[in-house]
């Protein structure tokens, strides 16, 4: 499954602007770290949406991929990883174990599409990577 596969489904399915996913300069706000290897972009907080609070976008030059990252509530988490799952499945791909949810899931397609899932205090920080 591909970037924009995965991101056009997640984008009809959980309500989120499908242009967030466009990683585009134009869109990605200030730079707030950079170094030869990294950039990391301002974190954008005024978003109203049932599953996420907050977005935030990232570059990695060495290794050649841009990603965002939101930030789900661990109360509606279930939620969005079942819609997640729907576009796995539907996509013949590993879901995620929903009675199960680990603290720390990463899922990696050919390199081309990367999702990183990492547990904090309350919320889970999901971050869907596309390799430049």
């Given amino acids: 499954m591909n970037y924009s596969i995965f991101t056009d489904e997640l984008s ?5 602007h499908k242009e967030l996913f466009e990683l585009s300069e134009k869109k990605t706000g200030k ?13 954008h907080n005024i978003i109203k949406n049932h ?3 907050d977005y935030q ?12 990252t939101f930030s789900i509530p ?6 969005f990883f ?12 590993n879901s995620i174990d ?20 990492l547990k ?4 889970y920080q999901v971050e869907i990577a596309n390799r430049n």
């Fill in 12 to 16: 009809k399915r959980a309500g989120i």
């Fill in 31 to 43: 730079k707030i770290q950079e170094d030869n290897e990294y950039k990391v972009l301002e974190k």
């Fill in 51 to 53: 599953f996420y609070n």
């Fill in 57 to 68: 976008y990232k570059e990695n030059y060495k290794q050649g991929w841009k990603s965002i």
């Fill in 74 to 79: 661990t109360d509606i988490a279930h939620e």
């Fill in 82 to 93: 079942g819609i997640v799952n729907s576009i796995l499945e539907e996509n013949n791909e």
């Fill in 98 to 117: 929903l009675d199960n949810i680990k603290n720390e899931i990463v899922y990696n397609n050919d390199g081309i599409i990367s999702l990183l899932i």
């Fill in 120 to 123: 904090q205090k309350g919320f």
